[in-house]
Nanobody, 121 residues
Framework: QVQLVESGGGLVQPGGSLRLSCAAS????????MDWYRQTPRNGRELVAT???????NYADSVKGRFTISRDPAKNTVYLQMDSLKPEDTAVYYC???????????????WGQGTQVTVSS
């Protein structure tokens, strides 16, 4: 079994910063792509940022230049540094990891439980 646990959400004023973390644990052989998504009732779930096992990154246009995704392979952890936050960044943020489990088998996508980010004055 594999678990993803997120942390770092909270309430922040516009223009402020937050750093989200997502740690994967369990029966892990390797992790391919790791992503951050966010979900709101209005927009549904949208992809925010992606990082490959080789460190290549991609961002949604709405967060380019403000958010930075990174990962620590030794800790099976992905981060999302969010700067210059705007009220429209308010959402529940989820991480996703494509994991190849120890013991073989095809890669499988695992999701975290979500963490609330609220940007408001």
């Amino acid at each position: 079994q594999v678990q993803l646990v997120e942390s770092g959400g909270g309430l922040v004023q516009p223009g402020g910063s937050l750093r989200l973390s997502c740690a994967a644990s369990g029966s892990i052989f390797s992790i391919n792509t790791m992503d951050w998504y966010r979900q709101t009732p209005r927009n549904g779930r949208e992809l925010v940022a992606t990082i490959t096992s080789g460190g290549n990154t991609n961002y949604a246009d709405s967060v380019k230049g403000r958010f930075t995704i990174s990962r620590d392979p030794a800790k099976n952890t992905v981060y999302l540094q969010m700067d210059s936050l705007k009220p429209e960044d308010t959402a529940v943020y989820y991480c996703k990891a494509e994991v190849r489990r120890a013991g073989g088998g095809s890669p499988y996508n695992y999701w975290g439980q979500g963490t609330q980010v609220t940007v408001s004055s």
